[in-house]
């Protein structure tokens, strides 16, 4: 399989491929536009719903693609990966459906739910270490103790897979002149600039990152990896601790900016998901929306696009939020 260090962008034939592999699993998610959302920032406002996947989030699309290419060059033994858990979800559902024992390694303290929900695809589940950073060299380990494949946070196949919903979103709006997309370890976003870039559209591309968990920014401005601790309570899918290189220069390349929104600009955000389009966004999934509305004043008149990356908020936390509206 490719490795990290030679990672390219994946061209339109092979985003297409990857999304013919994907719709044997699961169909496209819808993009909509809601009015009162429109409403709320004053323009034309297109929501990409990934919390409608299987998995309640785009991770699934890049593991089924991972796992396809891993069973034709030789099922292993099992994979181990580390997750905050829509990474996990991902893997767990295609590691089932390809017949390939899965661990997955999580911090103490993640989500409840999102612990069980990997747990319910058959994962073997193992809490270690303080956050992701953590948890991911503790994964390393397992897989040089057991001799398994060790599923990166980051690959070229990840990102063909997770495009495909830039792919389904960039075809059905093609004159989106600006799309936010959220970043935790960056495949998301290194997907929706290559399926910008092959469809050759001049939609600017806006990386989010979450001011508890500054990192990716700090790099991103700086043009070199910084590491930062990760103070979030709500963006868990965004508590990148240490960027990788390789999405950081595709970013660098393809974003038009990075912006940071804070827990309380999340929160917010979820809240008016959830009350203008009825949908339940975990913090993550409600960062491209908070961004936004931050910028609301710049893209009035302008058809925009957010990213839904996942709805796997546990229950006390998204009534929790709703409540402090």
Request: aromatic fraction near 6%; hydrophobic fraction near 45%.
């Amino acid at each position: 399989m490719t490795s990290v260090a030679e990672l390219v962008q994946p061209s339109l034939a092979e985003l297409e491929s990857a999304a013919a592999l994907i719709y044997k699993s699961m169909p496209p998610t819808p993009q909509y536009r809601w009015p009162l959302l429109d409403a709320r920032v004053g323009t034309a406002v297109w929501v990409k719903h990934e919390n409608h996947t299987p998995t309640g989030a785009f991770k699934i699309r890049g593991g089924l693609v991972y796992f396809d290419e891993l069973s034709r060059a030789g099922k292993p033994a099992g994979v181990v990966t580390a997750t905050r858990g829509n990474h996990g979800q991902s893997i767990g559902f295609a590691a089932r459906r390809y017949g390939i024992p899965a661990v997955i390694v999580v911090p103490h303290g993640n989500s409840v739910e999102k612990n069980a929900a990997m747990k319910a695809l058959g994962v073997e589940l193992i809490e270690r270490g303080r956050d992701f950073q953590e948890a991911s060299e503790v994964a390393a380990e397992i897989a040089i103790e057991r001799g398994w494949h060790r599923v990166p946070p980051f690959h070229q196949l990840l990102v063909s897979g997770v495009g495909t919903y830039a792919l389904e979103l960039f075809r059905a709006v093609p004159d989106i002149h600006t799309v936010y997309v959220p970043v935790g370890q960056g495949s998301g976003v290194c997907g929706v600039i290559a399926a910008r870039d092959a469809l050759e559209m001049d939609t600017r591309v806006v990386a989010v990152v979450s001011t508890g968990a500054p990192a990716f920014a700090l790099s991103y401005r700086e043009n070199r990896i910084i590491s930062h601790e990760v103070t979030t309570r709500i963006a868990d899918g965004m508590a990148c601790r240490t960027p990788m290189q390789e999405p950081l220069d595709i970013v660098r390349r393809g974003a038009e900016r990075v912006v940071e929104v804070t827990d309380e600009e999340v929160e917010s955000a979820m809240r008016a998901l959830f009350a203008d389009t009825h949908n339940v966004a975990e913090g993550g999934g409600a960062a491209a929306l908070a961004a936004l509305l931050q910028e609301r004043s710049a893209m009035r008149g302008r058809t925009v696009a957010v990213i839904v990356s996942g709805g796997n908020v546990d229950s006390d936390v998204f009534s929790g939020v709703l409540a402090a509206g």
